[in-house]
């Protein structure tokens, strides 16, 4: 079984940045690229950004093109989302998975890391 462990998350004015983070660990980890998922208040659970464990290839959402990062430090088994000009709408609980193509390729999530943008 793979275990995700969120952190990073906290309140930031729109405009500023957060770095968030997601231990890895488990036997089959590298079987997966990793991404990062979010869900607001009332919203269903979006992708945003995904990585390869070599950096080989990433993706992102739309929505966050531009301002977020993803990165993998594999000595860590750590995956990486810097936020920059965070916006109001990046309000949500982020969590951490494996990803098939985009879509998450594991049936259940850490406990997420809370991101609160204020206006």
């Known amino acids: 079984q793979v275990h995700l462990v969120e952190s990073g998350g906290g309140l930031v004015q729109a405009g500023g940045s957060l770095r968030l983070s997601c231990a890895v660990s488990?036997?089959?980890?590298?079987?997966?690229?990793m991404g990062w998922f979010r869900q607001a208040p009332g919203r269903e659970r979006e992708f945003v950004a995904a990585?390869?464990?070599?950096?080989?290839?990433?993706a992102y959402a739309d929505s966050v093109k531009g301002r977020f990062t993803i990165s993998s430090d594999n000595a860590e088994n750590t995956v990486y989302l810097q936020m920059n000009n965070v916006k109001p709408e990046d309000t949500a609980v982020y969590y951490c998975?494996?990803?098939?193509?985009?879509?998450?390729?594991?049936?259940?999530w850490g406990q997420g890391t809370q991101v609160t943008v204020s206006s």
């Open positions: 998975n494996g990803v098939d193509g985009l879509a998450p390729a594991l049936d259940y």
């Open positions: 990585i390869t464990w070599n950096g080989s290839w990433t």
């Open positions: 488990g036997r089959t980890f590298r079987r997966y690229a």
